[in-house]
T-cell receptor
Framework: SAVISQKPSRDICQRGTSLTIQCQVD?????MFWYRQQPGQSLTLIAT?????????ESGFVIDKFPISRPNLTFSTLTVSNMSPEDSSIYLC?????????FGPGTRLTVT | DQQVKQNSPSLSVQEGRISILNCDYT??????FLWYKKYPAEGPTFLIS?????DKNEDGRFTVFLNKSAKHLSLHIVPSQPGDSAVYFC????????????FGKGTHLIIQP
Protein backbone atom coordinates (compact mmCIF):
# COMPACT_ATOMS: atom_id res chain seq x y z
CA SER A 1 0.00 0.00 0.00
CA ALA A 2 1.03 3.62 -0.53
CA VAL A 3 1.54 5.98 2.39
CA ILE A 4 0.45 9.53 1.66
CA SER A 5 1.25 12.68 3.61
CA GLN A 6 -0.28 16.12 3.20
CA LYS A 7 0.75 19.56 4.35
CA PRO A 8 -0.72 21.56 5.97
CA SER A 9 -3.08 19.38 8.01
CA ARG A 10 -5.34 22.35 8.62
CA ASP A 11 -5.48 26.06 8.01
CA ILE A 12 -7.72 29.04 8.57
CA CYS A 13 -7.57 31.51 5.71
CA GLN A 14 -9.10 34.84 4.87
CA ARG A 15 -11.49 35.36 2.00
CA GLY A 16 -9.74 36.26 -1.24
CA THR A 17 -6.41 34.58 -0.42
CA SER A 18 -4.97 31.35 -1.82
CA LEU A 19 -3.64 28.21 -0.18
CA THR A 20 -1.39 25.54 -1.66
CA ILE A 21 -1.68 22.00 -0.32
CA GLN A 22 1.21 19.60 -0.79
CA CYS A 23 0.89 15.84 -1.22
CA GLN A 24 3.79 13.38 -0.97
CA VAL A 25 3.54 9.64 -1.70
CA ASP A 26 6.15 7.21 -0.37
CA UNK A 27 6.40 5.35 -3.69
CA UNK A 28 5.98 6.06 -7.36
CA UNK A 29 2.36 5.83 -8.47
CA UNK A 30 0.76 6.09 -11.86
CA UNK A 31 -2.27 8.10 -10.86
CA MET A 32 -2.88 10.83 -8.30
CA PHE A 33 -6.16 12.54 -7.57
CA TRP A 34 -7.55 15.40 -5.52
CA TYR A 35 -10.90 15.13 -3.72
CA ARG A 36 -13.01 17.43 -1.60
CA GLN A 37 -15.30 16.48 1.26
CA GLN A 38 -17.64 19.25 2.28
CA PRO A 39 -19.25 19.12 5.73
CA GLY A 40 -21.65 16.20 6.00
CA GLN A 41 -21.09 15.18 2.39
CA SER A 42 -19.37 12.42 0.52
CA LEU A 43 -16.05 12.69 -1.30
CA THR A 44 -16.14 14.51 -4.63
CA LEU A 45 -13.40 14.19 -7.23
CA ILE A 46 -11.87 17.56 -8.16
CA ALA A 47 -9.31 16.43 -10.72
CA THR A 48 -6.78 13.85 -11.82
CA UNK A 49 -3.22 15.13 -11.44
CA UNK A 50 -1.30 14.13 -14.55
CA UNK A 51 2.46 13.90 -14.39
CA UNK A 52 4.07 16.35 -16.79
CA UNK A 53 0.82 17.70 -18.24
CA UNK A 54 -2.27 19.65 -17.28
CA UNK A 55 -4.65 18.12 -14.76
CA UNK A 56 -7.99 16.68 -15.88
CA UNK A 57 -10.83 18.46 -14.08
CA GLU A 58 -14.29 17.11 -13.24
CA SER A 59 -17.42 18.99 -14.11
CA GLY A 60 -17.81 22.00 -11.84
CA PHE A 61 -14.10 22.44 -11.17
CA VAL A 62 -11.80 24.71 -13.19
CA ILE A 63 -8.07 25.22 -13.43
CA ASP A 64 -8.20 28.90 -12.54
CA LYS A 65 -9.81 28.09 -9.20
CA PHE A 66 -7.93 24.85 -8.43
CA PRO A 67 -4.56 24.84 -10.21
CA ILE A 68 -2.75 21.52 -9.78
CA SER A 69 0.85 20.56 -10.35
CA ARG A 70 2.44 17.13 -10.54
CA PRO A 71 6.13 17.47 -11.33
CA ASN A 72 6.97 13.78 -10.71
CA LEU A 73 5.46 10.41 -9.81
CA THR A 74 5.42 10.99 -6.04
CA PHE A 75 4.41 14.63 -5.51
CA SER A 76 1.49 16.91 -6.31
CA THR A 77 0.10 20.24 -5.17
CA LEU A 78 -3.42 21.67 -5.18
CA THR A 79 -3.98 25.41 -4.87
CA VAL A 80 -7.33 26.78 -3.75
CA SER A 81 -7.42 30.27 -5.25
CA ASN A 82 -9.35 33.39 -4.34
CA MET A 83 -11.02 31.57 -1.49
CA SER A 84 -14.55 32.13 -0.25
CA PRO A 85 -16.34 30.59 2.76
CA GLU A 86 -17.89 28.03 0.37
CA ASP A 87 -14.41 26.55 -0.12
CA SER A 88 -14.31 25.49 3.53
CA SER A 89 -13.86 21.76 3.25
CA ILE A 90 -11.49 18.85 3.71
CA TYR A 91 -9.19 18.41 0.73
CA LEU A 92 -7.79 14.93 0.20
CA CYS A 93 -4.95 13.71 -1.94
CA UNK A 94 -5.18 10.18 -3.29
CA UNK A 95 -2.91 7.77 -5.16
CA UNK A 96 -3.69 4.62 -7.07
CA UNK A 97 -1.66 1.44 -7.38
CA UNK A 98 -3.31 -0.95 -9.79
CA UNK A 99 -6.97 -0.77 -8.91
CA UNK A 100 -6.44 0.00 -5.24
CA UNK A 101 -6.53 3.62 -4.16
CA UNK A 102 -5.19 5.20 -1.01
CA PHE A 103 -5.83 8.52 0.65
CA GLY A 104 -3.86 11.05 2.62
CA PRO A 105 -5.05 12.32 5.99
CA GLY A 106 -6.65 15.41 4.45
CA THR A 107 -6.26 19.16 4.83
CA ARG A 108 -9.03 20.85 6.77
CA LEU A 109 -9.54 24.32 5.33
CA THR A 110 -11.66 26.99 6.96
CA VAL A 111 -12.23 30.24 5.09
CA THR A 112 -13.40 33.25 7.11
CA ASP B 1 -27.66 11.82 -10.59
CA GLN B 2 -26.05 9.66 -7.96
CA GLN B 3 -24.34 6.66 -9.52
CA VAL B 4 -23.35 5.02 -6.22
CA LYS B 5 -25.99 4.91 -3.51
CA GLN B 6 -25.79 4.03 0.14
CA ASN B 7 -29.37 4.35 1.28
CA SER B 8 -28.78 3.86 5.01
CA PRO B 9 -27.20 6.96 6.56
CA SER B 10 -26.62 5.05 9.79
CA LEU B 11 -26.65 1.52 11.19
CA SER B 12 -26.47 0.38 14.79
CA VAL B 13 -25.21 -3.15 15.60
CA GLN B 14 -24.40 -4.93 18.82
CA GLU B 15 -20.81 -5.87 19.49
CA GLY B 16 -20.10 -9.43 18.36
CA ARG B 17 -22.93 -9.52 15.84
CA ILE B 18 -22.73 -9.19 12.07
CA SER B 19 -22.74 -5.74 10.43
CA ILE B 20 -24.09 -5.59 6.88
CA LEU B 21 -23.59 -2.41 4.89
CA ASN B 22 -25.28 -2.10 1.52
CA CYS B 23 -24.46 -0.25 -1.67
CA ASP B 24 -26.26 0.04 -5.02
CA TYR B 25 -24.95 1.42 -8.28
CA THR B 26 -26.52 2.48 -11.54
CA UNK B 27 -23.59 2.72 -13.95
CA UNK B 28 -23.05 -0.61 -15.69
CA UNK B 29 -19.58 0.57 -16.74
CA UNK B 30 -18.31 0.22 -13.18
CA UNK B 31 -15.75 -2.54 -13.12
CA UNK B 32 -14.19 -2.48 -9.68
CA PHE B 33 -15.60 -1.69 -6.27
CA LEU B 34 -13.94 -0.62 -3.04
CA TRP B 35 -14.97 -0.09 0.56
CA TYR B 36 -13.39 2.52 2.79
CA LYS B 37 -13.64 3.24 6.48
CA LYS B 38 -13.34 6.79 7.73
CA TYR B 39 -12.88 8.17 11.20
CA PRO B 40 -13.49 11.86 11.90
CA ALA B 41 -10.50 14.09 11.08
CA GLU B 42 -8.75 11.29 9.16
CA GLY B 43 -8.54 10.29 5.52
CA PRO B 44 -10.45 7.23 4.29
CA THR B 45 -8.74 3.89 4.94
CA PHE B 46 -8.97 1.22 2.26
CA LEU B 47 -10.68 -1.93 3.56
CA ILE B 48 -11.44 -4.37 0.79
CA SER B 49 -12.23 -4.44 -2.91
CA UNK B 50 -13.84 -6.67 -5.49
CA UNK B 51 -13.62 -6.98 -9.24
CA UNK B 52 -16.79 -7.29 -11.29
CA UNK B 53 -15.68 -10.75 -12.44
CA UNK B 54 -16.03 -12.07 -8.89
CA ASP B 55 -19.01 -12.35 -6.57
CA LYS B 56 -17.18 -12.57 -3.25
CA ASN B 57 -13.95 -11.44 -1.67
CA GLU B 58 -12.92 -12.12 1.90
CA ASP B 59 -10.24 -10.61 4.10
CA GLY B 60 -10.30 -11.54 7.77
CA ARG B 61 -13.48 -10.20 9.36
CA PHE B 62 -14.48 -8.39 6.17
CA THR B 63 -16.32 -9.94 3.24
CA VAL B 64 -17.67 -8.12 0.22
CA PHE B 65 -20.40 -9.65 -1.93
CA LEU B 66 -21.24 -8.45 -5.43
CA ASN B 67 -24.50 -9.15 -7.25
CA LYS B 68 -23.80 -7.76 -10.70
CA SER B 69 -27.26 -8.45 -12.12
CA ALA B 70 -28.85 -6.49 -9.28
CA LYS B 71 -26.08 -3.85 -9.31
CA HIS B 72 -25.73 -4.37 -5.58
CA LEU B 73 -22.87 -4.99 -3.24
CA SER B 74 -22.61 -5.46 0.49
CA LEU B 75 -19.90 -5.43 3.12
CA HIS B 76 -20.16 -7.92 5.96
CA ILE B 77 -18.19 -7.46 9.17
CA VAL B 78 -18.11 -10.47 11.49
CA PRO B 79 -17.81 -10.20 14.42
CA SER B 80 -18.38 -6.47 14.87
CA GLN B 81 -16.02 -4.74 17.27
CA PRO B 82 -16.18 -1.32 18.96
CA GLY B 83 -13.31 -0.07 16.78
CA ASP B 84 -15.46 -0.69 13.73
CA SER B 85 -17.59 2.34 14.60
CA ALA B 86 -16.91 4.74 11.72
CA VAL B 87 -18.37 5.97 8.45
CA TYR B 88 -18.12 3.42 5.64
CA PHE B 89 -17.98 4.52 2.02
CA CYS B 90 -18.65 2.42 -1.03
CA UNK B 91 -16.77 3.50 -4.19
CA UNK B 92 -16.57 2.36 -7.81
CA UNK B 93 -14.23 2.66 -10.80
CA UNK B 94 -15.28 2.29 -14.46
CA UNK B 95 -13.55 -0.24 -16.69
CA UNK B 96 -10.05 0.75 -17.82
CA UNK B 97 -9.16 2.21 -14.44
CA UNK B 98 -8.28 5.63 -15.81
CA UNK B 99 -10.96 7.52 -13.90
CA UNK B 100 -11.26 8.57 -10.30
CA UNK B 101 -13.47 6.85 -7.79
CA UNK B 102 -17.18 7.61 -7.54
CA PHE B 103 -18.28 7.50 -3.91
CA GLY B 104 -21.55 6.85 -2.15
CA LYS B 105 -22.67 9.15 0.65
CA GLY B 106 -21.53 6.79 3.37
CA THR B 107 -23.12 4.83 6.20
CA HIS B 108 -22.30 5.64 9.80
CA LEU B 109 -21.86 2.32 11.61
CA ILE B 110 -22.27 2.40 15.37
CA ILE B 111 -21.22 -0.67 17.35
CA GLN B 112 -23.02 -0.86 20.68
CA PRO B 113 -21.46 -2.68 23.65
Amino acid sequence: SAVISQKPSRDICQRGTSLTIQCQVDSQVTMMFWYRQQPGQSLTLIATANQGSEATYESGFVIDKFPISRPNLTFSTLTVSNMSPEDSSIYLCSARQGYEQYFGPGTRLTVT
Amino acid sequence: DQQVKQNSPSLSVQEGRISILNCDYTNSMFDYFLWYKKYPAEGPTFLISISSIKDKNEDGRFTVFLNKSAKHLSLHIVPSQPGDSAVYFCAAIPGGGADGLTFGKGTHLIIQP
